[in-house]
């Protein structure tokens, strides 16, 4: 599966179970929502595009997504989750929302999550993966509530 499918399957199961979609992104389509980092003027620099953001009452997730097991992608969503360096953009973005938690994941084939996505799951809130069907299951889910 390619990251896009990956992105169009999880798209049409967040809206199928009540998400609504704030922003998203295909691979390099440039059509997302870049997020700054606090306090920074360079336009491109450090900013992250991310996969998809949904909204559902007071949640919202963020998604990365990749069609193979890619650490740097574990970095950031980590990052997102641990420090306040992206938070005035997330504001901005989640503007007109009332959106009381955030969480962070990985979305990508099923079939991937393997030794190296095991060990690194601790770093997300999530992980879903995607079927070659096009359905979706939880692969890591920190709290059983956030798609609830």
């Not at 609504?20 to 390099?28: A, H, M, T």
């Not at 980092?37 to 990749?66: H, M, T, W």
């Not at 959106?99 to 060990?119: D, R």
């Amino acid at each position: 599966m390619t990251e896009e499918q990956v992105t169009k399957a999880l798209l049409k199961w967040l809206m199928d179970t009540g998400w609504s979609i704030v922003c998203y992104d295909f691979p390099q389509s440039g059509t997302g929502v870049l997020l700054h980092p606090n306090e920074s003027n360079d336009k491109n620099k450090d900013a992250i595009n991310p996969d998809i953001v949904a909204v559902n009452g007071d949640k919202c997730v963020f998604f990365e997504n990749k069609s193979y097991f890619y650490y740097p992608d574990f970095e950031k969503v980590n990052m997102l989750r641990t420090t306040d360096s992206y938070s005035n953009a997330i504001s901005d973005l989640l503007k007109g929302y009332s959106v009381k938690k955030i969480y962070y994941g990985i979305g990508y084939p099923a079939s991937v999550h393997k030794k190296k996505a095991q060990e690194s799951e601790l770093m997300t809130d999530f992980i879903i993966g995607v079927n070659p069907d096009y359905s979706t299951r939880y692969m890591y889910i920190l709290d059983d509530k956030i798609f609830m």
